[in-house]
């Protein structure tokens, strides 16, 4: 009958102590995966959805500074920050204008004679 159970709640339930959180408790349990590979079942604090034991009990960074410190420790080179993000974005968006204009002044000088239609194959190595 107490065959599921941890053997510390086997032991506890065997001495007659209760135990809160039985398998029928309603609540929403921690879903943290275990080193056996399932699901803690521990009772989950909320809003967090983990138990105490799972990162639960923090509160993440509180302060301003506290968030700073915590992305400063995780940022390895920023390479993909938000702001280092845009820049690339706009110098993705400059080399296409510049591509599309040089596309334009190609098919110009071809139009106007300039240059011949297959003038890259001169400059083929
Ligand atoms: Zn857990």
């Known amino acids: 009958m107490l065959g599921?159970?941890?053997k510390t709640t086997k032991r506890n339930l065997l001495k007659g102590?209760?135990?809160?959180f039985g398998p029928n408790w309603p609540g929403k349990r921690c879903e943290a995966k275990t080193r056996k590979g399932k699901p803690c079942q521990?009772?989950?604090?909320l809003p967090v959805g983990r138990c105490r034991l799972h990162g639960g009990a923090s509160t993440g960074p509180r302060?301003?500074?506290g968030l700073k410190k915590l992305a400063d420790s995780k940022t390895i080179h920023?390479?993909?920050t938000k702001i280092e993000r845009e820049k690339a974005k706009a110098r993705a968006e400059q080399g296409r204008i510049?591509?599309?204009e040089l596309k334009?002044?190609?098919a110009w000088f071809i139009d106007h004679g300039y240059l011949k239609k297959d003038w890259r194959k001169d400059w083929a190595y």
């Open 4 to 6: 599921g159970f941890k």
């Open 17 to 20: 102590i209760p135990w809160r």
């Open 42 to 45: 521990r009772p989950a604090k």
């Open 63 to 65: 302060t301003k500074e």
């Open 78 to 80: 920023g390479r993909f």
């Open 98 to 100: 510049i591509r599309s």
């Open 104 to 106: 334009e002044l190609e």
